[in-house]
């Protein structure tokens, strides 16, 4: 059953999207991440708020001490000079007793009477349309960072002790109180108040007023600059994630383009792109595909080109057939009869041959890829197959000599039943070649890191120009002495088959010392623990 993404791992949501709008949404899901600075922002603004409060309390609790060591004349020369100094709007408010009304309380004194304004509230309708877009900003952040919302800030119409909440709170707690309020540009207004007592009995209650611009004017700087490197890093990273997408899915893209047209089998010839240039998985999943196609495509061929050789090869006996059966049913003499019925018999027995060798051939690349090799002592091996020929007179009166190696040395990893049907076939062809009496030698020695057997004859030997012939299917070429149609022309195709499916080597030399016959030699790769 084809296992879907999600089986192996892959959410569907992402199966679903393309790899670019992945690689993107990575990317911007990182962005969001530093984009949560804006956070930080509001926790800092809120930071340097109570900073300034305590700061504010300070100043005003050595204001009020200042103010009751002063002597009553020099009092309001005094807070027109801290106001002044501070930036700060300072007043009095005289009460007797708890008791009185504080709305009857109206202010005794007010620094600017003698400094003047020290900061002015601006009026946001009046501004140009960059403090209107700085405030949209402000409030969008606020709202977004669910930041705390202080109460508006505004001067009553007459002013008196009552237009002042938190200076009632310090007269009835009898302590410093601060509060954040709310300018109309947004900008925030410090208000604090204390309790001076006077020695002759009542008190005095100091408010101080101050804008707080520079609180906002911080902040936006400081946004400012986040969001010049969060624009700047945005550009960045979607441009670097538009080029790793272009880098990535466009050769991906033709990739599997080029692999639609080879499962297609449109063109004989689809050029898988190799990507030479690239170094990465992407340009190895190239060249592993375009290896791959080509391969496909020589496996293809191959077959082709079998299945034309097998119908040939099959004509010939099946005409032979055909014209000896025709031939029986107007034939009358009996000897010619006899010998049609042989005719017939040997084709029979070569159409069999023929159909067991191709089934063979066919069968060796898909059984080998699904062989499980072990430990081979081919020593063992070719002296068991050499034995079970003698034993069933398969040589005739031909010598086969076998110099056996020492036990353990010529083991390899493989197939034992295909191996030894290598040898087999390697040794069928030497002793079909060899003369009447003539010395069929095998061999099988260690060299290096490779196993090597060897199997020569006293025959003719095989010419220079077909020594990469003969292992071609259905390549023919017999000895004169033996009757026609008994090899398929199969066997040392099959040889060589099963020789590189085991990592090795085939080929087809003189013997030495010009010795006259044909080796074949077998290169294996020797096993090791």
Sequence with gaps: MPKNDSALGTPEAAARTSLTSRILAVNIFALAMLAGGFFYLDSYRSQLIDARLEETATQVRLIAEAYSVTPARGRNALLAK????????LRIYHY????????????????????????????????????????????SIDMIVGADRPQNFYEPRVDTLAA??????????????????????????????IVIYQPHGGGDILLSTENQRD?????????????????FVVIVSVSLSLFLARTIVRPLRRLALAAHRVRLGRAREVQVPRLPDRRDEIGTLARALSDMSLALRQRIDATEAFAADVAHELKNPLASLRSAVDSLGIVSDPALQKQLIDVVRDDVGRLDRLITDIAEASRVDAELARARFESVDLGT?????????????????IRVAFARPH???????????????????????????????????????????????????????????????IFNRFHSDRPATEAFGRHSGLGLAIAKAIAEGHNGTIVATDRENAAQGARFMIRLPAWSR
């Excluded at 501004?127 to 877009?133: I, L, N, R, V, Y």
């Excluded at 609180?215 to 400081?222: D, F, L, P």
Aim: hydrophobic share 40%; proline share 6%; aromatic share 6%.
């Design 82 to 89: 801290f106001g002044a100094v501070t930036d700060t709007r």
């Design 164 to 193: 002042w909440p938190l200076t009632l709170t310090a007269a009835r707690k009898q302590e410093i109180v601060t509060e954040v309020q709310r300018a109309p540009d947004r900008t925030p207004m410090i208000l604090a108040a």
């Design 215 to 231: 609180i906002t004017r911080i902040v936006r700087a400081e946004r400012l600059r986040l969001s010049v490197v969060l624009l």
């Design 381 to 397: 091996m070719i002296e068991g197959l050499l034995a079970t020929r003698e034993g069933r007179g398969l040589n005739g009166d």
């Design 407 to 469: 036990r353990g040395t010529a083991v390899v990893f493989g197939d034992g039943f295909r191996l030894t049907r290598v040898v087999e076939n390697l040794v069928e062809n030497a002793v079909s070649f060899s003369p009447p009496g003539g010395l069929v030698q095998v061999a099988a020695t260690r060299d290096g890191d490779d196993v090597v057997i060897r199997v020569e004859d006293e025959g003719p030997g095989v010419l220079p120009e077909d020594r990469e012939a």
């Design 96 to 139: 007797r007793s708890p008791r009185d009304r504080a709305a009857e309380v109206h202010v005794r004194f007010d620094s600017w009477a003698l400094s003047g304004p020290t900061y002015r509230l601006r009026d946001p309708s009046v501004e140009d349309w960059q403090k209107q877009a700085a405030r949209f900003l402000d409030r």
